[in-house]
């Protein structure tokens, strides 16, 4: 296989990024008489990223991956979805009914459902309870539900109740998942324990994984939803493997419960950093983390060693790669477009792969040496290629994540003279209260974040007169570059006068 990071310097917010989950575009009208007929190669090229931070914030992003014009993206490529008080730990895409979940710690969970170009609240779910683990059905229709006391509950995603069951175990639930045939449930606990109920509420099996360390997460090699006719009877088929993931690093492989011989790998990864989810194909394992440094304790600063690795269905370590981010360590994986997209979240930042799960040709190794050594994607055109080969060194500079956000040497230009596209710009202002004068600042969302494009403050109490300037410049005598956008501008003090009726 092959896999090379984007350069992307913009797939990043202000705030740590804690949970990611990647929704396929399902086309707007279906005919009801076929049925889910879909061809996931087709459609799985664009999509919808959603991310869950430490401000309370879901972020809701528009991917691509295929090189569009900026005129052919949606009206509006972010949502930044509010409404949580704590932190979004958790985040997840319930694809046949294109909804969304969110969690946050405090226990609350929210339901996001899409109407007339806008993201709202359809359910609310809140015990006061911590919630350790959501998760949709692979036919959407059911969500489980497990809590910190114990208390595990099993819900239609119209918010009915199905069952619900307050276990007495000897340690708390940490984890759970849906067998591919949602017949059954299996549950993680902080010992190690396998607990496997079925889909009325009754007890099946209580198994003792392992003797030591706890179950962080675990994940089934089958496909997160099933979107075609046909897959229900595929899916019983059998086959398929079960990792969970350990605190102490490792990853057991399972084809049951009963299993007598499961397959042990040692990542060598941080516990507490390790993520892991199988690729749609069943056969690939993606695993995230944090390596540990020969010799020394945990350390809690940066540079952090952060890789992505690769597993078979045996076990077998396919693939290593280091992630480019090395200031916070992994928070979060998710797949994405039918497997050709990896996303990783470290801290703010989210790192996008590109992924080919064939042996890499020769010329697309030379195309992706080729951009790595180019300054800037203009500089592009001027290497001496024939014009077919052109567009596909072009290519390799698009980016996955289509957000309308500045460059950090761009920011002037790009308030002065925006995208010209058709989509909007959605921006939130807010007020700085800690200092004397009124002082606000402009800031463009992304990503569940908030990018700051202006800053101004209130110069008159009486009259509405603000002088507003570059947030980032603030401090730095160097006004060269600087765009006037207003007759009144002075650049000895890089300010621009703006004058309200309002």
């Known amino acids: 296989m092959h896999l090379h990071f984007e350069r992307n310097v913009n797939a990043k917010c202000d705030c740590t990024i804690l949970s990611l989950s990647w929704m396929g575009k399902v086309p707007d009208e279906l005919p009801e008489e076929e049925g889910w007929k879909l061809n996931r190669n087709n459609y799985y090229q664009e999509g919808w990223l959603a991310t869950g931070n430490v401000r309370g914030v879901?972020?809701?992003?528009?991917?691509?991956?295929?090189?569009?014009?900026?005129?052919?993206?949606?009206?509006?490529?972010?949502?930044?979805?509010?409404?949580?008080?704590?932190?979004?730990?958790?985040v997840k895409w319930n694809e046949p009914y294109q909804k969304l979940a969110s969690c946050d710690s405090s226990g609350v969970i929210f339901v996001w459902i899409k109407y007339e170009g806008r993201w709202s609240i359809e359910l609310i779910n809140d015990r006061s309870t911590p919630v350790t683990h959501f998760s949709w059905s692979h036919d959407g229709r059911m969500a489980l539900i497990c809590y910190q006391d114990g208390f595990v509950l099993v819900g239609s995603v119209a918010g009915q109740r199905y069952w619900s069951s307050m276990l007495s175990l000897d340690a708390r639930i940490t984890c759970g998942c849906w067998t591919p045939d949602d017949?059954?449930?299996?549950?993680?606990?902080?010992?190690?324990?396998?607990?496997?109920?079925?889909?009325?509420?009754?007890?099946?099996?209580?198994?003792?994984?392992?003797?030591?360390?706890?179950?962080?997460?675990?994940?089934?090699?089958?496909?997160?939803?099933?979107?075609?006719?046909?897959?229900?009877?595929?899916?019983?088929?059998g086959g398929h493997v079960l990792a969970v993931a350990l605190g102490n690093g490792e990853i057991v492989l399972l084809r049951g419960h009963d299993d007598v011989s499961p397959v042990r790998v040692r990542t060598g990864l941080r516990g507490n950093t390790l993520a892991m989810e199988w690729a749609n194909s069943r056969e690939l394992l993606a695993v995230a983390g944090t390596l540990l440094p020969e010799g020394t304790e945990s350390p809690d600063s940066p540079?952090?060693?952060?890789?992505?690795?690769?597993?078979?269905?045996?076990?077998?370590?396919?693939?290593?790669?280091?992630?480019?981010y090395n200031q916070a360590k992994v928070s979060a994986l998710t797949w994405g477009h039918a497997a050709r997209r990896l996303f990783v979240a470290c801290g703010g930042a989210v790192a996008t792969a590109r992924v080919w799960r064939v042996v890499a040709p020769l010329q697309l190794l030379a195309r992706v040496r080729a951009a790595q050594s180019l300054a800037a994607p203009q500089a592009a055109a001027q290497l001496p290629l024939p014009p077919r080969l052109m567009p596909l060194v072009?290519?390799?500079?698009?980016?996955?994540?289509?957000?309308?956000?500045?460059?950090?040497?761009?920011?002037?230009?790009?308030?002065?003279?925006?995208?010209?596209s058709p989509g909007r710009l959605h921006c939130t202002m807010l007020r700085h209260d800690d200092e004397e004068a009124g002082a606000y600042t402009l800031y463009l969302e992304h990503l569940g974040g908030l990018v700051p494009l202006l800053k101004g403050r209130r110069t008159s109490k009486i009259r509405p007169e603000f002088v507003i300037f570059d947030p980032q410049a603030e401090g730095n005598g160097d006004c060269r570059g600087c765009v006037s956008v207003c007759p009144c501008y002075t650049p000895e003090y890089r300010y621009y006068y703006l004058y309200s009726s309002v």
Not at 303 to 324: E, Q
């Open 303 to 324: 540079p952090f060693k952060n890789v992505v690795k690769f597993y078979s269905d045996v076990g077998s370590l396919i693939y290593t790669v280091p992630v480019p």
């Open 58 to 90: 879901v972020g809701v992003t528009f991917t691509s991956s295929h090189a569009r014009r900026p005129s052919e993206l949606p009206l509006r490529t972010n949502y930044n979805l509010r409404g949580h008080r704590s932190d979004v730990i958790l």
């Open 394 to 420: 072009a290519s390799l500079f698009a980016h996955t994540i289509r957000c309308n956000v500045p460059e950090c040497n761009d920011l002037r230009r790009f308030v002065s003279r925006p995208p010209a």
């Open 183 to 237: 017949a059954q449930v299996y549950l993680g606990t902080a010992s190690a324990q396998l607990v496997v109920m079925d889909v009325h509420g009754a007890m099946v099996s209580q198994v003792q994984l392992v003797a030591e360390g706890g179950i962080i997460s675990m994940a089934w090699s089958c496909e997160k939803f099933k979107m075609e006719e046909g897959e229900e009877g595929a899916e019983s088929g």
